[in-house]
């Protein structure tokens, strides 16, 4: 297991919820976390992403809702959620992308009531 994802589950429309994302086997700092998802028949899609110096990639579907941080420290990314809409269910799954890897999570599934 590289990484460890937690947060997800089911929300009304117009409610928040907190991905958290650990890449637990990088020692160093790794260069870009992120999220991605995939909605049932659907391509796998970027949520957003941030590198080791904050800087931050949105998809346009997110943009101004969902805000994405990291600790770089400790390689972890957190994605706030906020304002959701019944699009936004899928499976999330956790990135972490550097040198010498490539790595996803499991996947966490976020659904959203209408």
């Known amino acids: 297991v590289q990484l460890v994802e937690s947060g997800g589950g089911l929300v009304q429309a117009g409610g928040s919820l907190k991905l958290s994302c650990a890449d637990i086997?990088?020692?160093?700092?790794?260069?870009?976390m992120g999220w991605y998802r995939q909605a049932p028949g659907k391509q796998r899609e970027l949520v957003a992403d941030?590198?080791?110096?904050?800087?931050?990639h949105y998809g346009d579907s997110v943009k101004g809702r969902f805000t994405i941080s990291r600790d770089s420290a400790k390689n972890t990314v957190s994605l706030q959620m906020n304002s959701l809409k019944p699009e936004d269910t899928a499976v999330y799954y956790c990135?972490?992308?550097?040198?010498?890897?490539?790595?996803w999570g499991q996947g966490t599934q976020v659904t959203v009531s209408s």
């Open positions: 990135n972490s992308n550097g040198w010498d890897h490539n790595y």
């Open positions: 086997k990088s020692i160093f700092s790794v260069d870009v």
């Open positions: 941030i590198t080791s110096g904050g800087s931050t």
